[in-house]
């Protein structure tokens, strides 16, 4: 019969091991799941520019970005305007 302390050798090993190679897998789910709670109760907001890259930001601080953006495009559109 295996003595106690293998058993518990085997648990520490089997941890580590499935720790080891799960860890990416594991911190990817919790960061994701994360994110999307705080979008979902509106402490971060979300939007796409227009390459196609998702932009976060704190729920306060999102009115001021919209306005630089804007505002932004607004001297854009001047500057290309003949």
């Not at 306005?67 to 001297?75: G, K, L, M, S, Y």
């Amino acid at each position: 019969m295996y003595e106690l302390w293998h058993i518990g050798l085997a648990y520490v090993i089997g941890t580590a091991a499935g720790i080891g190679i799960f860890r990416g897998w594991i911190q990817e789910r919790i960061i994701t799941a994360t994110i999307d709670t705080l979008i979902r109760d509106e402490y971060i907001r979300s939007f796409e520019d227009e390459q196609g890259i998702t932009h976060l930001h704190k729920w306060y601080e999102f009115d001021d970005i919209i306005e630089r953006i804007q505002e932004e495009q607004r001297e854009h559109e001047e500057d290309d305007t003949p």
